[in-house]
Structure formats: structure tokens, C-alpha cells
């Protein structure tokens, strides 16, 4: 089986403080739950990856109707945890953004549709009512995987109504809820296993 060129994870985090302003030791209050986003960046990017590469992993915090943080692979950030994310969160928002974030002024929709304008892009939400996971095979080369993903409440129903009009696949792990950050594990080790 061959390997994907690209996976991204798309969250959607519309309630977090856009200018950076909350205190790192108090995240699910003053950061108005960016611990959620945290969990799921050390997630893609710290402890799930095994044998997949992870400069192939991207993940994007979508912050408000017209800005996101576009993250790719730290030089190093083996172990580094919530709260080291949330550092690097804080910086970014504050004008001051780590070389591998990138701060994109784009609504979602827009950005959707530039996405989709990719070669060989596959884009999902996932959502507890959907195909399963295990369906999908990578059998084109240079295919890119892109999944959509709820803070803790889910979706806003702005999302929801973007995700309606584009008709995007949802794709499911079972239909209890899970973090936010077991989904990206369960993912990224999907992916892994179709290729041992
Ligand atoms: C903590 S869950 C949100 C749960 C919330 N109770 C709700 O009503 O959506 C965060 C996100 O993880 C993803 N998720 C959670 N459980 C899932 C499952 N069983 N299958 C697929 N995605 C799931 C969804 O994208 C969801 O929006």
C-alpha cells in the first residue's frame, strides 16, 4: 500500500482568545478551552506519530471567521506537552509566530475551496455518524488526506453549514464521543498501519 503524501487535520476553535490573551496556566478558562487545541497539536505532532513522517503532517487552527495558524512539524518537540503548544500558540497570536506556524488571514470557506483546488486531495469531517475510518485506502500516489475536526462542543453552525454545502464526506470512529486529540492519534495510526 502506498503512503500519502499529506495528512492535515483541520480544527475548528472559534471560541479561543484571537489576541493571544490568556494566562498559560489557567488554558481551559482564560484560553476559553485552547487546552483542547493543545492536546490535539502534542497529539499530531509529539506522541502519535510512530513510523510515519511526520513533515508530512499538518495541522490547521481555524480561530475566528477570518484567521487561522497554519502548523507544520517543529524542528523538535519530542515530549514537549500541552503546555509548550500552548506557548507557541500564545506567541503566534501575538504577532510573534515560530518559523513553522504560519498566521493566515482567509475565512474557512475560502479556504476550503483553495484546498480543494489540490491534486488528488481527499477531504473529510469527522463526525460520530459517518463511513467508517477503516474504508479509507491509500491507492493513488501523491494523494493528500485532509480531516475536519470539532472543538469540544463540536461544530458552529456556520461550519456546519459550509460542511453541508460542500457536501463533505464524514467519516466515523464509532459512535461515542471522543477528544478531539484521540481522533488525530486514530487517524495518523490508521495511516501507519496501511502501510507496515
Ligand atoms: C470532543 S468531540 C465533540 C463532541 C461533542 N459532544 C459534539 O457534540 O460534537 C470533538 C470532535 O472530535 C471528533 N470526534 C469525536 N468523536 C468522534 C467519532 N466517534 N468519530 C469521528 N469523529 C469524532 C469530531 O470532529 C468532534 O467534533
Given at each position: 500500500m502506498t503512503a500519502p503524501t499529506g495528512i492535515r487535520f483541520i480544527g475548528i476553535f472559534m471560541g479561543i482568545p484571537s489576541d493571544g490573551k490568556f494566562t498559560l496556566k489557567d488554558l481551559p478558562g482564560t484560553g476559553k478551552r485552547v487546552d483542547v487545541l493543545c492536546?490535539?497539536?502534542?497529539?499530531?505532532?509529539?506522541?502519535?506519530?510512530?513510523?510515519?513522517?511526520?513533515?508530512?503532517?499538518?495541522?490547521?487552527?481555524?480561530?475566528?471567521?477570518?484567521?487561522m495558524l497554519i502548523v507544520k512539524k517543529p524542528?523538535?518537540?519530542?515530549?514537549?506537552?500541552?503546555?509548550?503548544?500552548?506557548?507557541?500558540?500564545?506567541?503566534?497570536?501575538t504577532g510573534a509566530p515560530p518559523d513553522f506556524v504560519e498566521d493566515k488571514v482567509i475565512s474557512l470557506d475560502q479556504y476550503l475551496q483553495e484546498i480543494l483546488n489540490e491534486d488528488r486531495l481527499y477531504l473529510y469531517?469527522?463526525?460520530?455518524?459517518?463511513?467508517?475510518?477503516?474504508?479509507i485506502s491509500v491507492t493513488t500516489k501523491d494523494s493528500q488526506y485532509s480531516f475536519m475536526l470539532g472543538n469540544h462542543l463540536g461544530f458552529d453552525e456556520p461550519t456546519?453549514?459550509?460542511?453541508?454545502?460542500?457536501?463533505?464526506?464524514?467519516?466515523?470512529?464509532?459512535?461515542?464521543?471522543?477528544?478531539?486529540?484521540h481522533c488525530v492519534a486514530s487517524v495518523i495510526s490508521h495511516f501507519e498501519r496501511m502501510v507496515k
Open positions: 492536546r490535539s497539536l502534542a497529539a499530531c505532532f509529539d506522541w502519535a506519530p510512530e513510523t510515519i513522517q511526520s513533515d508530512i503532517l499538518e495541522f490547521v487552527a481555524v480561530l475566528s471567521p477570518d484567521r524542528p523538535d518537540c519530542a515530549y514537549k506537552g500541552e503546555t509548550w503548544w500552548a506557548e507557541v500558540v500564545k506567541s503566534s497570536l469531517v469527522l463526525e460520530e455518524v459517518g463511513i467508517p475510518l477503516s474504508s456546519h453549514e459550509i460542511i453541508q454545502n460542500l457536501e463533505i464526506q464524514p467519516i466515523s470512529l464509532g459512535q461515542l464521543s471522543y477528544l478531539g486529540s
